[in-house]
C-alpha cells in the first residue's frame, strides 16, 4: 500500500536509554546499535539530512556528503513525498549559556559516548603523569555532570562504578582526588518520578559506595591492599540543587552563585531544544504553529491524530521529541462535542515516541482517510455495520508505562503505572508500584533488555553484561 523511504543523517538505530552504559564501557556501543535495514528490509533507506520542507511541490531538500578518495563534498538533492511524517527529534539546549557547546560533552548520540570514554581514561592518565601538584591532580579528576534529569542521574551512576572498580584497580593512588558534582538548576533531581523516589536517590547517589560489585580477582587485589595497610578510598559525590549555571570556559563551570567548579571533564544534559528543521518548518507554518508555541516551547504542534497544525491536511504528520499534541482547535474536532482546550506536553521519551508510531502505523496500515475535511478525526467505512457508516480514528492517548533510572552501584529505581479498570466503575484507575535498590536494579536491567531493538542487541547486551561482571571495563576502548 505505501512505498516507505527513511532519511536519516546515520544509518542506524540507537537504543539511547544505554547510551551512559556504553559511555563507561558497561555495554559495547555496537550492542545498541542496529542498522535501519535490518531493523526493516522492507524500506528504501536514504543516509542524509533533511534542510527544508516545501509543502507546495511535497518535495525535501536534502544534503548528504559526497566522498571521492580523501575529499568529500556536501551532495544536494530532493525527494517527492505524498505523506510526510516527521520524527527528527531534537538537539541539546544549551540556553545560550557562554561556553557550554564549546567545552562540554553531551549525551545525545554514540559519538557522544564514544568522546566521554575515551576523555574519562585521558583524564586518569594525565592525572598519572609525574610532575603534577595536588590541587592539578584533582582538578584534572573533578567530573561534572549539568542536569539531574535521567540523563545525568545514570550517567553519574554510572561514572560511580567505573571509579570504583576500574579506578581502584588501576589507579587506586589517585583515587583521594576524585570527585564527582551532579549540579541542577532546579528543587530536586529526577522530576519526572514521585517525591519518595527522589529522595531516595539523593541518598543513593550521595552515600559511599560500601558494596563490591568487583570481579574475584580485583577482590583479592583491594583485600591484599588492605593487609597491607592502604585504606580503600571511596567515591566523593556531591549534588548541588538550585544552582544554575552563569557560563562555562575551558577549566571552571561559574555557577549562578558565584561559585566556581573546576572540571576536567564536563557534561552538559540539561535537556532538549529543537533542531534547525523544526524552527524552520515552525516559521514556515506562521500562525498555525506560533500561536501555540507558549505552551509548545519550540516543538511543532500537531492535533491529536499527530497531524501537523497548518500542514496540508492529511499530508504531514510529526511524533516524538519534535512534536507535541495539542487539544485546543479553533472548531470542534467531532460534530457532537464541544470545544477542546490545550493541555500539558507530553514528555520528550522513548516511550512516547514509540507508543505515536506505533499509533500512526496502525492508521495507515487499517485505512483510515486522514486528509478528513476540516477538523474532522481520521476516518473509514465502518464494515462491521450492516447500514452505511462511518468510522472515527481514536484520538492517541499517552499510556504512562513508568520511568527507570540507574544509580550506580547495581541500584536503580523504578516507578511503574498499573491501569486497573473496576468493574463497579466507568473509570480506569492507576496505580503507581515503586521500588527501588537491588529489586529496582533487576526491574531496570529487564525492561531494557526487553526493548532492545532486535534479538541481535538483547544477545550482545547480556554478553557485555557478563564480560563486564567477570573481567571490567576495557580501560579507554571506544571500538
Known amino acids: 500500500m505505501y512505498d516507505v523511504v527513511v532519511i536519516s543523517p546515520r544509518q542506524f538505530f540507537t537504543f539511547t536509554p544505554m547510551l551512559a552504559a556504553s559511555a563507561v564501557g558497561t555495554v559495547d556501543f555496537r550492542s545498541i546499535v542496529e542498522p535501519i535495514r535490518n531493523v526493516n528490509p522492507l524500506v528504501e533507506f536514504i543516509e542524509a539530512?533533511?534542510?527544508?520542507?516545501?509543502?507546495?511541490?511535497?518535495?525535501?531538500?536534502?544534503?548528504?556528503?559526497?566522498?571521492?578518495g580523501n575529499s568529500?563534498?556536501?551532495?544536494?538533492?530532493?525527494?517527492?513525498?505524498d505523506v510526510l511524517v516527521l520524527a527528527v527529534g531534537a538537539a541539546v539546549n544549551t540556553f545560550q549559556i557562554p561556553g557550554v557547546r564549546e567545552h562540554c560533552i553531551?549525551?545525545?548520540?554514540?559519538e557522544d559516548a564514544a568522546r566521554f570514554r575515551s576523555a574519562v581514561a585521558s583524564c586518569f592518565e594525565r592525572?598519572?603523569?609525574?610532575?603534577?601538584?595536588?590541587?592539578?591532580?584533582?582538578?584534572?579528576?573533578?567530573?561534572?555532570?549539568?542536569?539531574a534529569g535521567p540523563t545525568g542521574v545514570e550517567l553519574t551512576g554510572e561514572l560511580r562504578d567505573w571509579v570504583a572498580r576500574e579506578g581502584r584497580v588501576f589507579f587506586p593512588h589517585l583515587l583521594p582526588y576524585v570527585s564527582l558534582t551532579l549540579v541542577e538548576a532546579g528543587n530536586a533531581i529526577l522530576p519526572v518520578f514521585d517525591s519518595v523516589l527522589q529522595e531516595e536517590a539523593l541518598r543513593t547517589l550521595t552515600r559511599h559506595i560500601d558494596g563490591d560489585s568487583r570481579a574475584p580477582t580485583e577482590r583479592t587485589r583491594a583485600a591484599g591492599a588492605r593487609?597491607?595497610?592502604?585504606?580503600?578510598?571511596?567515591?566523593?559525590?556531591?549534588v548541588r540543587l538550585r544552582a544554575s549555571v552563569r557560563r562555562v570556559n575551558e577549566s571552571h563551570v561559574h555557577l549562578g552563585d558565584g561559585t566556581d567548579l573546576p572540571y576536567g571533564i564536563c557534561v552538559w544534559a540539561g535537556g532538549n531544544g529543537p533542531l534547525p528543521l523544526t524552527t524552520r518548518v515552525i516559521a514556515q507554518l506562521n500562525h498555525s504553529q506560533q500561536a501555540h508555541q507558549p505552551v509548545a516551547r519550540g516543538r511543532l504542534v500537531t492535533d491529536e491524530w499527530l497531524r501537523v497544525a497548518g500542514a496540508p491536511r492529511g499530508g504531514v504528520f510529526a511524533l516524538g521529541d519534535c512534536a507535541t499534541p495539542i487539544e485546543e482547535m479553533e472548531a470542534p474536532l467531532l460534530p457532537t462535542e464541544g470545544p477542546q482546550f490545550s493541555r500539558s506536553v507530553l514528555p520528550a521519551t522513548a516511550q512516547v515516541a514509540s507508543q505515536q508510531g506505533a499509533y500512526l502505523g496502525r492508521l495507515f496500515s487499517k485505512g483510515y482517510d486522514m486528509a478528513a475535511s476540516g477538523s474532522l478525526p481520521p476516518w473509514r467505512p465502518d464494515l462491521s455495520s450492516a447500514k452505511a457508516a462511518i468510522e472515527f480514528a481514536k484520538p492517541f492517548q499517552f499510556l504512562n508505562l513508568g520511568v527507570?533510572?540507574?544509580?550506580?552501584?547495581?541500584?536503580?529505581?523504578?516507578?511503574?503505572h498499573i491501569a486497573d479498570k473496576s468493574p463497579a466503575s466507568a473509570e480506569a484507575r492507576t496505580t503507581t508500584l515503586h521500588s527501588s535498590g537491588k529489586l529496582g536494579f533487576f526491574l531496570w536491567r529487564g525492561v531494557y533488555w526487553f526493548k532492545q531493538v532486535s534479538w541481535r542487541n538483547r544477545l550482545l547486551v547480556t554478553v557485555d553484561w557478563a564480560k563486564t561482571r567477570l573481567f571490567g571495563r576495557d580501560l579507554g576502548a571506544t571500538h
Open 49 to 68: 539530512s533533511a534542510e527544508s520542507i516545501d509543502f507546495e511541490s511535497r518535495s525535501i531538500s536534502c544534503v548528504s556528503l559526497k566522498c571521492e
Open 72 to 81: 568529500c563534498s556536501p551532495m544536494k538533492f530532493a525527494v517527492g513525498f
Open 106 to 110: 553531551f549525551m545525545k548520540h554514540v
Open 127 to 147: 592525572a598519572n603523569l609525574p610532575g603534577l601538584s595536588e590541587e592539578e591532580r584533582r582538578a584534572t579528576l573533578s567530573f561534572v555532570v549539568v542536569g
Open 227 to 238: 593487609r597491607s595497610g592502604q585504606q580503600e578510598p571511596i567515591v566523593r559525590t556531591t
Open 404 to 416: 527507570l533510572a540507574y544509580l550506580g552501584a547495581s541500584q536503580a529505581l523504578a516507578q511503574i
